[in-house]
Nanobody, 119 residues
Framework: QVQLVESGGDLVQPGGSLRLSCAAS????????MGWYRQAPGKQRELVAT??????NYADSVKGRFTISRDNAKNTVYLQMTSLKPEDTAVYYC??????????????WGQGTQVTVSS
C-alpha cells in the first residue's frame, strides 16, 4: 500500500517562509511525477508546482517565491515557500504518480497540511 505523508504546515506571518515535505512509502516500482496542489476555502484545488526528471512547472501565482525539489533517495518532495501572502492560505496536498504491480500507474494524494498566512 502506497502512502504519502506531508508535514510542515503552520501559521506564518505575511512575508514569512515555510518548508513543506512529503514522503512516499510502501511497495512500488517507480515514482514518476511528484507535486503540490492547494485548496483554499470555497475554491477548487489548484496546481502549485510539479517536478519530474528535472522538469519543473510552477503556477504563475507562486513563480519566484516557491521552489520545489525532490530527493529520490528519500522518496521525498519538498516545497520551499518564501514571501508568503495571505492568499497563499490553503490546505496543501502532495501528489505523486506512482507505478505499482497491482494498480499500474495512478495518482496518489497525501492527507493535506494547513498553511495559514496571517498577521
Amino acid at each position: 500500500q502506497v502512502q504519502l505523508v506531508e508535514s510542515g504546515g503552520d501559521l506564518v506571518q505575511p512575508g514569512g517562509s515555510l518548508r513543506l515535505s512529503c514522503a512516499a512509502s510502501g511497495t512500488y516500482y517507480r515514482i514518476n511525477v511528484m507535486g503540490w496542489y492547494r485548496q483554499a476555502p470555497g475554491k477548487q484545488r489548484e496546481l502549485v508546482a510539479t517536478i519530474t526528471s528535472g522538469i519543473i512547472n510552477y503556477a504563475d501565482s507562486v513563480k519566484g517565491r516557491f521552489t520545489i525539489s525532490r530527493d529520490n533517495a528519500k522518496n521525498t518532495v519538498y516545497l520551499q515557500m518564501t514571501s508568503l501572502k495571505p492568499e497563499d492560505t490553503a490546505v496543501y496536498y502532495c501528489n505523486a504518480r506512482i507505478t505499482t504491480a497491482t494498480w499500474g500507474s495512478r495518482d496518489y494524494w497525501g492527507q493535506g497540511t494547513q498553511v495559514t498566512v496571517s498577521s
